[in-house]
């Protein structure tokens, strides 16, 4: 499967974006679709995972500032971010994965929250 981000880029503090993660094939048969982000000199952490059945998990620095949704016919996930923090800045990868856990991931996306 091939993934694809966009929708990252440079945003106030306070700010939000909307990220996008389009795969190559359908996501409905894809068990669980998730957001992760690296900072620099960091290792690459989960943010939100979303699987088949809707279910969905955060992070506690995404929880209730952070919403992870999919829409199946369009085969996207979709991360938005309100209330941006500089600590917020990473490159935000998209996984796909079954239920191995193993990643196929996407090429990132940078989030910069600067002012």
């Known amino acids: 499967v091939q993934l694809v981000e966009s929708g990252g880029g440079l945003v106030q503090p306070g700010g939000s974006l909307r990220l996008s993660c389009t795969a190559s094939?359908?996501?409905?048969?894809?068990?669980?679709m998730s957001w992760y982000r690296q900072a620099p000199g960091k290792q690459r952490d989960l943010v939100a995972r979303i699987t088949n059945s809707g279910n969905t998990n955060y992070s506690n620095s995404a929880k209730g500032r952070f919403t992870i949704s999919r829409d199946n016919a369009k085969n996207t996930v979709y991360l938005q971010m309100n209330s941006l923090q500089p600590e917020d800045t990473a490159v935000y990868f998209c996984?796909?994965?079954?239920?191995?856990?193993?990643?196929?991931w996407g090429q990132g996306t940078q989030v910069t929250v600067s002012s």
């Open positions: 094939v359908s996501i409905s048969n894809i068990y669980a």
């Open positions: 996984c796909a994965a079954q239920t191995n856990g193993i990643c196929n």
